[in-house]
């Protein structure tokens, strides 16, 4: 497939450099100033060209349009995604008549009124009604369809009801954390003044005290370090840059220490809302495990940079945003297996792709059915950015209570 | 002016020049040269994404050990290219050079004026293009590589030197180049528009401008009001990055350190930077409509359909594109009752684009058509202008976009409306007006070839990837073999690697159709297309001034082609009216 591509490429190659070199000998039979730029029979052979041209193109696109289909996602695993789902067959097929009916035109009038000598264009500068019909026909038909569109995306963005579950996941270069909100169902406060070793930030009590030891060890160090490259630098070292990292840092310590007391003082004031903390679970090995038929509601905190949840088999997907908290909610209702059946059943295929130890493929066959849910990162991030995947496994409510109850609670 | 006595060396002639189509030329040339360099990165790029981790000696002799270790494009360098790529294309190429060229060219012509309003801001405004064009190639070649966070360069991964590599010293110079571009641009802007207010001859009303002016003209006042837009995101950017504020940053975490600067938030970066975006996508657009719309009059031989249609479309759509920015934004967590805003706006706009495409397929009907290569490119043109707005309807509607923002889907759309369609109508614009620029016909055989080559190229480049995206594979990825369920889409991108380069090949006739006819091409005469407008009624050759005598005066519109009552095809701007005739529309 790729040698014939690569050879298709090459004769490509080949006709336009031989063209090059015929072109010369052309230019020095053309000289003359008098005749017309264009010959006739040139337009006549890419008349014909834009007709040909025309029924390929049609007849490319729809082969695409029905070989490759099982090649695109199945229907939605996600109560809202039906929705998506029937929106964007509505939207396709309006889009796709227009298409072929304004393409079409387009290739068949450039054949048809191609160039005849002596023969006048149609006098036909503008005709009101024309004009009216061609704004308000596209107008009504989009006015209906945005109509449709803003019901579907409120239906979805502002769910009616109240979660069953929360879970967040917090984006970091190049990898997602998740944190279940444990049995009171709330996820309790954190911040970027924790992360470290508490990879998501859960701000309880002992985890900010511990915080604020570590902030102290660590300026500890940057002190000694700059003393250090002061001296150096007296001893006529090169070390300015160095010497800024280190200043930069400390007050990058000392800035947090502050934000911890004052996390500290709000602490004592509403300590409910820390303490929810202590029941959160938190995950990092990449595969989450959800409940079918329970509505979610994700949230979303990003470490350093902004990253997007992508699910695409839920149609669901929201960026993640240093500073900020977003959230999208949504209802699984397929286990993995029924969704892998459902696939089937669409006729939907991927490549069961086997690799060795260094991740060489061995072998890869077409197979039938769906490689299961995944959390992607939709927002370029950095260099691994291609590669921040997260498993997600939809199971019966009772396997998930005996999951969530077997993990490890945040204290 | 005009017949003033003054010496011309050939510094002054060529170099810091002020003549308005000495000045185009530069634009034309820097912007081809711009181009090649774009589309050349394309090409290394898309040859990662076709055989993804297979060496390629001839990426490490480009490249070297550190950006393409054993012929492997490394992950960062992938990014940079990407981002420099789409850089050079969106505002050096479409941007720069397409106005640059054209507005310069065509605007004293068309209006009938001896040069631009300012001749000296004309010259400042090529020499700052080209002095942020060397800067931005020039941050190609640092050691830590030039920025490479996309062309929408969002903060905090472009803020934060830890981040990547790209966004040290290289995107420092992102910056620096782009302020100066922005200043070029502005300086450009302000001159179009001063010159088709003020120096339009006698007769020539608005409603008796070409199209192509009143492209040029809306362009100019887009780029006037949203520029500076970006203006201050960059500079709130490099503030961000040099001086410790914290604009755009809160909360970060990185270098496993917390930073100290809280309070700012990314999302405005993005909300400055579309405010400029979207009416951006316009900036490129719109001249190349205007340039598509003259030539599909002129080789229909008929009147444009509709030009007051046209002309409220087009202010409709620049009206219009200052409330859709948000629609590059639904994804951000930005509150939902804004989706819905943005994509009623957003749908809106689609309104007076589907007005233009009915009008032209009405220009076209029952025309008489000469098809040289220039009308060729515009009808292609037209066609990537109906296939890209089509999946617009797609993106631009909320509920959809959750599930196709930043996929490839939206790769396919922009590259197919804007980059394709923009490249399309600077076609057919170079091809039609290179009489007016040297003198001299491109060879026909050698445009024919290349059109074709290039419309194949580019479908068979830009239709795959929509299905690409509609198997949820995301944009700027550096590989899309690491996900399983990416397997099954991925033997399409070999065939899509395989069209880009020999459509990037294909190139190759332009620039030697177009470099030697400059030289050696067949003399033109003063009015090849027996065309209407102004510029075909001045002498061949570069004169000082434009027209030799006084300047011609316009008794009618551009369009009449085919007129009843005259027995040629066309009649001039500069014709007076008939006893009795009413001026065309
Ligand atoms: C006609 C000329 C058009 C141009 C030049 C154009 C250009 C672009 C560009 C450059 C982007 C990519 C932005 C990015 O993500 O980096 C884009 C995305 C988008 N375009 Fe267009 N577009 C055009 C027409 C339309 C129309 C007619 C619509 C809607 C009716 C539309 C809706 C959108 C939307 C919503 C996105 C954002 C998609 C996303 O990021 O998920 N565009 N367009
Ligand atoms: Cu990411
Ligand atoms: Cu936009």
Redesign the pocket.
Known sequence: MELLLILFAVLLVGVALSKVLKAKELIDGLKGVDEEPISNSEIKTNALGLLIFGFVFFALLIAQIVGWDKFLLPSAASVHGAEIDTLMEVTMILILSVFFITQGLLFWFGFKYYFKPGVKGFWFPHDNRLEMAWTIVPATVLILLVTYGMSTWDNIMNPKNEPDLNIEFVSEQFKWTARYAGVDQTLGEASFALYGSNAVGVATKDAMIKRIGECQLSIKGFVADSVRLEKLIEEGWNKDDKLDDVESSLKNYRANIVRLNRMLDHYAKFPAKYDAGKDDIVINNNVVKIPKGKTIKFQFRSKDVIHSAYFPHFRAQINSVPGMKTEFTFTPKETNAEFNEKAIKEGKVYLKTVRDEDKNIISQVETPGSTGFILLCNKICGASHYNMKVYIEVVEEKEYDKWIASQKTFE | MGGAHHHETFISKYIFSMDHKIIGKQFLITAIIMAVIGMGMSILFRIQLAWPGEGFAFLNFFLGDKWAPEGVLDPNMYLALVTIHGTIIVFFVLTGGLSGTFSNLLIPYQIGARDMASGFLNMLSYWLFFVSSVIMIWSCFIETGPASGG??VYPPLSALEKAMPGSGLGMTLWLVSMTVFIASSLIGSLNYIATVINLRTKGMTMVRLPLTIWCFFVTAILGVLSFPVLLSAALLLMFDRMLGTSFYLDSIFIGGEPLAATGGSPILYEHLFWFL?HPE??I??LPALGLVSEVVATNSRKPIFGYRAMILSILAIAFLSFIVWG??M?MTGMSPFLGTVFTFT??L??IP?AVKVFNYLATLWKGNLRLTPAMLFALGMVSL?IS??LT??V??DSAL?IN???TYF?VA??HI??GA?AIFGMFAGVYHWFPRLYGRLMIPKLGYLHFWVTFVGVYGVFMPMHFIGLAGVPRRYYSNVEFEMFQDVQFINPIITAFAIASAIGQLLFIFNFFYCIFKGRKSGQNPWKSNSLEWTAPVGRIHGNWVGPLPTVYRWPYDYSKPGYEEDYVPQNVPLKEGEHDGH
């Open positions: 062309w929408t975006g996508v316009y490129i657009l629609h590059h639904f957003t749908l706009i689609a684009s202008f890209g707005g617009g309807i993106l631009g976009d196709v923002h930043d939206v759309h922009f409306v804007m369609g």
